[in-house]
């Protein structure tokens, strides 16, 4: 059974058993904010497809709404919900390093909010590689739009209370496993028209990055 304690009108889950996940999913799926780890840090999600509890989480955030959220899917066979079009070179890179670190730019979906790539055309997706945010996404049945659990310009949370420090008493759930294996953001990649562009180079270097493609 998942323990809860409140914080204000944030609640804190704790456990390693499927209940807490059930508890978190049934919240999302009604527009709710939950914070969960991850591979890398801990994130704040929602459905991606509610453009109203994507706009709530950008202002939580207090993140600039030209800044785009990636999106989490908990498999390739979610990027057609969520990309228009995955060419050859964004597939070299899906299979040498889903699930893992590494965020694709691909072209948006119509079905995506706008919102969510900042008014732009393209979405920034990945599949995280840990158990247990897998399994939220699969048992809520949708991808989540995902961004690290802090107020814009402060550090990742590493673990749970780091997260209750940016965010406690503004989101809904903390779903607390314990610290983040990573710890380190992931590496952003574009490739949009054929071209291969590291936007932001951390968790996977960029020259691992180039010599998979080759």
Not at 62 to 79: D, F, M, N, Y
Not at 105 to 115: F, I, K
Not at 197 to 207: D, G, K, M, N
């Amino acid at each position: 059974m998942a323990k809860q304690l409140s914080l204000g009108k944030t609640r804190l889950i704790t456990t390693d058993t499927m209940n807490a996940i059930s508890l978190a999913a049934a919240e999302l799926r009604q527009g709710k904010l939950v914070a969960f780890p991850t591979d890398t840090v801990y994130g704040v999600g929602t459905i991606a497809f509610d453009a109203e509890a994507v706009i709530r989480l950008y202002a939580v955030k207090r993140r600039a709404l030209h800044k785009p959220i990636p999106i989490l899917v908990s498999g390739p066979e979610q990027l057609k919900l969520v990309a228009r079009e995955v060419n050859p070179l964004a597939r070299k890179l899906i299979e040498r390093f889903w699930p893992g670190a590494l965020t694709l730019v691909l072209p948006r979906h119509p079905n995506v909010p706008a919102v969510i790539g900042g008014g732009g055309d393209t979405v920034a997706v990945r599949m995280p590689g840990h158990v247990l945010t897998l399994a939220l996404i699969q048992e809520v049945g949708s991808p989540l739009a995902t961004t690290s659990a802090n107020m814009s310009g402060w550090d990742s949370p590493l673990d749970a209370q780091q997260v209750i420090m940016n965010l406690g008493g503004r989101i809904d759930i903390i779903l607390d496993a314990g610290p983040c294996p990573g710890g380190i953001d992931s590496t952003v990649v574009d490739t949009t028209g054929g071209v291969l562009r590291v936007l932001r180079e951390t968790a996977i270097p960029a020259r691992l990055i180039r010599e998979a493609i080759k």
